[in-house]
């Protein structure tokens, strides 16, 4: 079987890349394995300051590589700019920062000496999704890199010139051939992977579908899983809110990539006296997010990625709309070739439709009306997910309460949108996941963290 690059704007098949046999797959593993070994006794601090050089590759070549995003997956060109400048970023500060967070810790006890250190596993597989094709490739291999293990890249089968990329642009940068590899695969075959009894550790990024099947074959065999799945993030807009300022953090949460994010705004939970004005300040935010060519810098909103894709979400909006939720913005596939699907807005959606119990992956804002802060709260953890969230007001106070205690999520952001950020771990709880990463809490997710006691 072969992975396509399809370019979502047009419908074109630009090329078609075979998938690896079994054989070229065993040997990759091989000789990740071999690499390992050697790897492992690097200094952190060597292996660490590697990641300067691929820092600045990134950068200099970033509307190269961004181009690639835009093509391959739709994103529109700044975006794709803003990511790679992104996965830079994460390098330079794990180059800073990596050899502190796995320097040996110390612990007084009855002990001559006793310390806790930090030990590389293997081989890591990361299993990435398409929607940020570098970024989240980064964000995992990164950490994991610099913590002396080597990593196994399994990228989605719609963005196989973005998994090729970034594996030339690590050798580029000097590291050993078969530090990080790319294995042309489909999801179907990533089991193999998984199995092999050099890979001691899994990372995925992607659907709550793919976690359960990938964390089912890692536990078959007892081996470390990292999984960031898929969200439904609420941001609450209560009474004493500024309107202008929540509704422009909510769109702007919301449309990132076009909607095709896990940590975006997805539902506008918004208490009933402000409900008016925060719909009438949404439907004037989303207007702004024109379909356009993604290949101007002037775009903000491209197409999804693969026409199902699309097809799923206006399935998702169509349900909702028979259910009683009223339209007030889009909800209609333009007739033209490609993945296009514009930014819709929904009001008075309830329990049981999919926009209030699903997640919905594109340009779709859910507004969901309360009486009060007490609602709200009861609805924003009325999910399954639990990745990301936001409340806006005035009473700041208040908020930190709310943020600290009650919003059950892996991140809540106060009169601002969620973002992740290489200094704050990320991840989620329930069916968005578990593990982290990012800070130094990523970096120790695939080590060892061993106990040595000297008498």
């Not at 079987?1 to 040997?27: D, F, H, K, Q």
């Not at 702004?288 to 002037?298: E, H, L, N, R, T």
Request: proline share 5%; glycine share 8%; with cysteine.
């Amino acid at each position: 079987m072969a992975l396509a690059t399809v370019n979502p704007a047009t419908g074109e098949l630009l090329r078609e890349y075979p998938e690896m046999e079994l054989p070229e797959i065993l040997s990759i593993l091989d000789k990740a394995q071999e690499d390992f070994e050697q790897w492992r006794e690097r200094p952190v601090a060597r292996r660490a300051g590697m990641f300067a050089r691929v820092a600045e590759i990134l950068r200099v070549e970033k509307e190269a590589f961004a181009a690639i995003m835009t093509k391959e997956m739709g994103k529109p060109v700044a975006e794709a700019v803003s990511e790679v400048e992104k996965c830079a970023w994460v390098c330079e500060y794990y180059a800073k920062h990596g050899a502190d967070f796995l320097a040996d810790q110390p612990i007084e006890t009855e002990a001559t000496e006793s310390f806790v250190t930090f030990q590389p596993l293997g081989i890591i597989l990361a299993v990435m999704p398409w929607n940020f094709p570098f970024w989240q490739v980064f964000r995992a291999a990164v950490p994991a890199l610099i913590a002396g293990n080597v990593v196994v890249l399994k990228h989605a089968s719609n963005v196989p010139e973005c998994a090729l990329t970034i594996e030339a642009i690590f050798h580029r940068a000097g590291f050993p051939l078969n530090i990080f590899r790319t294995l042309m695969l489909t999801s179907t075959h990533a089991a193999v992977a998984v199995a092999h009894p050099f890979v001691h550790g899994v990372t995925l990024t992607g659907s709550e579908e793919a976690g359960r099947k990938i964390a089912a074959q890692a536990g078959t065999q007892l081996k470390k899983t990292v999984l960031e799945l898929g969200g439904s993030d609420a941001y609450l807009v209560l009474a004493d809110a500024d309107i202008d300022h929540a509704a422009q953090c909510c769109v702007a949460s919301r449309m990132i990539n076009g909607g095709q994010s896990c940590i975006a705004a997805k539902r506008f939970i918004v208490v009933e006296g402000v409900r008016e004005e925060f719909e009438k300040a949404v439907v004037a935010a989303m207007r702004g997010y024109a379909m356009g060519d993604p290949a101007s810098k002037d775009t903000r909103l491209g197409p999804m990625a693969r026409e199902d894709l699309r097809d799923e979400l206006h399935g998702q909006v169509s349900r909702c709309l028979a259910e009683g939720a009223r339209l007030l913005l889009g909800g209609e596939i333009p007739q033209k070739t490609g993945a296009w699907y514009p930014a819709t807005v929904l009001t008075d959606v309830k329990p049981g439709m999919p926009a209030y119990s699903d997640e919905l992956f594109g340009p779709v804002a859910a507004i969901i009306p309360v009486r009060d802060e007490a609602e709200a709260i009861k609805v924003a953890n009325d999910t399954r997910f639990g990745l990301g969230g936001a409340v806006f007001t005035h009473n700041v106070e208040r908020a930190r309460k709310l943020a600290r205690e009650e919003l059950q999520s892996g991140t809540v952001a106060v009169n601002d949108f969620v973002r992740s950020d290489p200094r704050l771990p990320f991840g989620g709880i329930r069916m968005s996941g578990y593990g982290r990463e990012l800070a130094d809490f990523g970096i120790r997710e695939f080590v060892n963290i061993k106990t040595v006691v000297i008498k």
